[in-house]
């Protein structure tokens, strides 16, 4: 799609060798425009870096502007519909994507701006939705499973992705967009069918189950669903969670955008086996963030260890875990050990995994009454994170060179470090005092009363 290799010979010759790597970059062959077209990396849009970043970005400068109501309207109103709608705008905007880049640039970023509006209003409903769906004793699981789609969609992504890009004759890149989009659309149909906004309205479950679901959750006889936000932008528990979901997010978008690059430029991987190798730490977390969340919930079921025991326990493999695996990359990988790169990626989204079951769990059991607002201040942070990341990629990555990219990943393991520690000391999995319903007061005034008989 794009020609990276036209800005490849930006980087002056006196910078590369001056690197402390230099050795690996002069045995290492570096990509060409004759070995680009050959491997498949050949693009035709001639966007600099900064235009690259500025589109990875566009979506968290539109989400930003709307994740904060979307979270408040979500619990206020209910999901179900905000979820549907914006689901059905990026969808349009996906398939809109291919006619817009031909087209022109500037529509293009407008349009993704637009998608991350849409994004801003999606996932708040969803957080929304898992509190009033799902038990405490079985939270991390269900949230596990639920957001399996997730991995499981850059999984088989980066494969069907790099298998469709290698189809020029049927338009390439452009059939990654019609695909996905037309998906999109067609879970949209799924979902207002059989969607509800909580068990009381589903036609979907039995009666035991709508009563078992109900009793698990917080009692309604509330004075007011006024929304605490003092307390919430007070609380060190509510920081500590939105911090750890700044660090996830900051993260997971240089692994998610810039990861084939990674392959690309210091591995050196045609695209075919890019896809492949991209895919693996999304894998990963799909195979053993469920197997976390197993784990978690039979301690918490089992009472082997508090609920604020067990989510710091799997944010310390979360945060900690990952650091080292970034750490192992910046220092010990190079072209020659291809084979580490893919096992501490594959480590890496083993241990991002486990912060499902700590600070995303943390997230829906501070406040399960206002799980949406908390939803949309970690998203907020999120969204922050996204991008911001892309800006700081650019300016620390300008030519890709191995030493460029330890730097990135001593960021990433920096920023893991720094506020998985914060929720070690400030975390936990207990509802708040200001989180929990206050109960109407019934009030009893005595009334006495004189009868007076008369008696004839």
Known sequence: MVNNTAYAAAAPRTILANHSRSLSEDTCAAVDDGDAAESGYKGTFLWDPNMQSNLVSATAYGAMITILPAGYLADRFGPRFMLLTSSVIIASATLLTPFLAVFNFYALFVTRVIMG?????????????????????????????????????????????????QLESLGGWK?????????SLTWCVIWYIISSN??????????????Y???????????????????ILTSLAVHSVLLVQFSFAFVATIIQFYLPAFFRDVLHLPLKYNGLCSMLPFFCELMFKNVFAMIADYLKRHNVLSDTVVVKIFQAIGSYGTALSMV??????????IWLAILLLACHGMCFSAG???????????APRFAGVISSLCMFWGMLAAGTAPSVFAYVNPFGTSDDWSTVFLICAFIYVSFGTLFMVCGSAEVQPWARPKQKVSTVIPISVEVEVTVR
């Open 328 to 337: 192992g990359i910046a220092l010990f990988v190079d072209c020659h050990r």
């Open 117 to 165: 509006f849409a994004f801003g209003f999606a996932i708040p409903p969803v957080s929304s939705l898992a509190a009033r769906w799902f038990p405490a004793e079985e939270r991390s699981s269900l949230l596990a499973l639920v957001t399996s789609g997730l991995q499981l969609s850059m999984t088989l992504g980066g494969v069907i992705s790099s298998s469709l890009c």
């Open 213 to 231: 679901i109900m009793a698990s959750m917080p009692q309604k006889n509330a004075v007011s669903r006024k929304v605490p936000w003092c307390s």
């Open 198 to 211: 909580g068990p009381n309205s589903s036609k979907w479950i039995s009666d035991e189950e709508r009563i």
């Open 175 to 183: 059939l990654i967009f019609y695909l996905f989009g037309a998906l």
């Open 356 to 366: 499902v079951s700590g600070s995303f769990t943390s997230s829906l059991s501070i």
